[in-house]
């Protein structure tokens, strides 16, 4: 470094000291925002606290408490397993479908094209009311058809058997944002390939396997992993899904068994939010903060590693 | 089946009546037309699925309080009065302001904040710009309620807003993670010579980013912004933790909830403010279709 001559050092320094201040908004963020209040959880996991006295060391008290005692814990785990297996999957093959249909569609492609996508936007705690309404096994829409054709409705999201089918249904409806990154991914497939399969004699279901899935396979698995950390965040639908459902009045103050009907729309998030915020148990609620990081950045490490092709950190 | 017949006339050399190829074009025209059918029979079962839901949501809407209490599909009287009703119910309008304050003023401050770090992450060479790029993708990544006891008590105890919707709004100030990765992807479809050039003719960085680099950049900007308007008009979390026991400072999707709860068994008002609260996103997409749609290819597909 003694070697580089004055001015080129001064240069150096220049354009660091400019890279600073381009991304300082971002660092100052980033450390306030992100890795504080990080600490912080890893703090407060080994502390007793209820947000007014102070707070005290307790050990693994509230790790023993969450994973031996806390109620809700274990069954939002496993809702959230149910949903990553069941809801992640049906809605890749899902919009994978509704993105291959899309680009078959001759007539009159943007209209349906922008009816696919409409849904995406509606509000999530707009469109789960919408759906609570729907699906209401009393006056819904839904279930007076199904009797109408004969058919033995179920009670959707009275039914804990029923209640996470029906978050399913209400997230394939807003498939749009899967079906647009599917189209752009299907349309990217090179024409030649198909026509050179088609002049080997490979028919329609041949071409999809042998052309378009290996084409299209860091899509689907991009959909799969950020499909996989958006059900670790899954928050508002199952909330809103049992509040609505179980008839509890809205707003603040209001005593609700979380996760009706029996937790069975538990998430891991309502979890931290029942602890933390209606619990007071600040610890506690650390803990399972904590345990949706790891789930959280083990998926995003998983992203990251795979490189080619998308959520690329490089150039 | 007339075209099939008219084909011969087209070429009679070739598609000679009773050859193989006229047989073999025939099934060709043939299959193609069962498979528009096919294709578009599918299509408007699947539009159905899409579009019913909005259909019922909206005839519920408008029927009477007593026919809302019955299994009707469809409307005996129109009560257009309903929208009126959800309007003018106290807080409403409040709501209203509360989220066009959080999410305007949410937006102008994250795309602002985020397009120079977006403009570093893309153009400039600099040490640690992979590791950067790696934290912009796991805060982007991480759930909100992994921070959101300690940011509770920073803005309760420590800033005393409680109530407001403040620890909402100023975080946005200091950048957005997944703003700047949008942003970036969009930068980095901008070809470098032209920052080059302007930087040959004497331009600083910041007159480069502003007077080369935003003007190429409006649909990439316009994008970010939209995704961020709806990330905060959709917002349910942060309103419930920060403003949840301040009726005062309730958002739409917050309130809407909450206005369900005034209305137990009102469906038909509880679906006119849902048709209320779905409107304005579903109107500002008819305007802005391509950026919504660019926005999301590029969150998935590498730019």
């Known amino acids: 470094m003694s070697t580089v001559p004055p001015g080129l050092r001064a240069k150096r320094r220049r354009s660091a000291l400019r890279t600073l201040g381009f991304l300082s908004p971002w660092l100052i963020g980033l450390c306030v925002f992100f890795l504080y209040p990080l600490v912080s959880t890893v703090y407060f996991s080994f502390m ?50 509704i993105g291959l249909l899309i680009t078959k569609i001759k007539t009159g492609a943007g209209v349906f094209r922008t009816l696919f996508y409409l849904p995406y936007l509606a509000p999530p705690v707009a469109a789960t009311m ?26 959707w999201f009275n039914d804990a058997a029923w209640s996470k089918p029906s978050l399913t249904i209400l997230a394939l409806w807003g498939i749009g944002d899967l079906m647009v990154i599917f189209m752009a991914s299907l349309l990217d497939v090179p024409k030649e390939q198909y026509e050179a399969a088609e002049l080997d004699g490979a028919g329609a279901w041949q071409r999809f396997r042998f052309v378009t899935l290996p084409s299209i396979s860091p899509i689907v698995l991009f959909a799969v992993v950020t499909g996989v950390i958006a059900t670790m965040q899954y928050y508002t639908e199952p909330l809103v899904a049992a509040k609505v459902a179980s008839g509890v009045i809205g707003g603040s103050g209001q005593q609700f068994e979380p996760g009706y009907p029996e937790k069975s729309t538990l998430t891991v998030p309502q979890v931290v939010y029942n602890l933390g915020f209606q619990r007071f148990d600040t610890g506690a609620a650390c803990v399972v903060a904590l345990v949706l990081f790891a789930l959280a950045m083990v998926f995003t490490a998983f992203l990251m590693r795979r490189r080619s092709g998308f959520m690329s950190a490089e150039d | 089946m007339t075209r099939t017949t008219l084909a011969p006339l087209e070429n009679p050399r070739v598609t000679a009546p009773g050859t193989a190829a006229t047989e073999a074009r025939r099934t060709a025209r043939r299959r193609a037309a069962l498979e528009w059918i096919g294709v578009h029979s599918l299509a408007i079962a699947a539009s159905l699925f899409f579009l019913l839901p909005f259909v019922f949501v909206f005839l519920t809407a408008v029927m ?24 003018n119910t106290p807080g409403f309008l409040t709501w209203w302001r509360n989220t066009l304050l959080y999410a305007g003023l949410g937006t102008v401050l994250a795309v602002g904040s985020s397009l120079p770090v977006a403009y570093a992450l893309a153009k400039f060479r600099f040490r640690g710009r992979n590791l950067m790029m790696m934290l912009v993708i796991a805060a982007m990544m991480l759930p909100p309620q992994v921070v959101i006891v300690p940011m509770y008590l920073f803005w309760a105890r420590q ?49 480069t980013l502003l007077k ?92």
């Not at chain 2, 009477?64 to 309007?87: C, H, I, K, M, Y």
């Open chain 1, 48 to 97: 007793k606290y209820d947000g007014f006295t102070a707070p005290t060391w307790v050990g693994l008290k509230n790790w023993a408490y969450v994973f031996q005692d806390n109620p809700f814990f274990w069954p939002a785990l496993r809702n959230t397993l149910w949903l990553v297996l069941v809801m992640v999957s049906l809605r890749v093959l899902f919009g994978l479908g």
């Open chain 1, 130 to 155: 919408a759906f609570v309404f729907l699906l209401n096994p009393g006056t819904g829409p839904t279930n007076t058809i199904l009797e109408k054709v004969g058919l033995d409705p179920p009670q």
């Open chain 2, 64 to 87: 009477s309080d007593d026919q809302a209490l019955t299994r009707d599909l469809w409307p005996n009287t129109w009560e257009w009065g309903n929208f009126a009703d959800v309007w």
């Open chain 2, 159 to 207: 800033m005393d807003l409680a109530g407001t919707l403040w620890p909402l709004i100023i975080p946005f100030a200091f950048g957005n993670a997944f703003t700047i990765f949008l942003l970036r992807q969009f930068l980095l479809t901008i070809p470098r010579e032209y920052t080059e050039a302007a930087r040959i003719d004497g331009c600083g960085e910041l007159r």
């Open chain 2, 212 to 303: 080369v680099v935003v003007p190429m950049a409006k649909p990439g900007i316009a994008a970010s912004a939209l995704f961020h308007f709806f990330y905060c008009w959709n917002d349910y979390f942060g309103p419930q933790i920060y403003a949840s026991e301040n009726p005062a400072a309730w958002t739409l999707s917050y309130g809407l909830e909450s206005f369900k709860g005034a209305h137990q068994t009102d469906w038909n008002l509880t679906m006119a403010a849902t048709v209320l609260v779905m409107a304005p996103v579903i109107v500002v997409f008819f305007f802005a279709q391509k950026a919504f749609v660019e926005g999301v290819t590029l969150t998935g597909v590498k730019g």
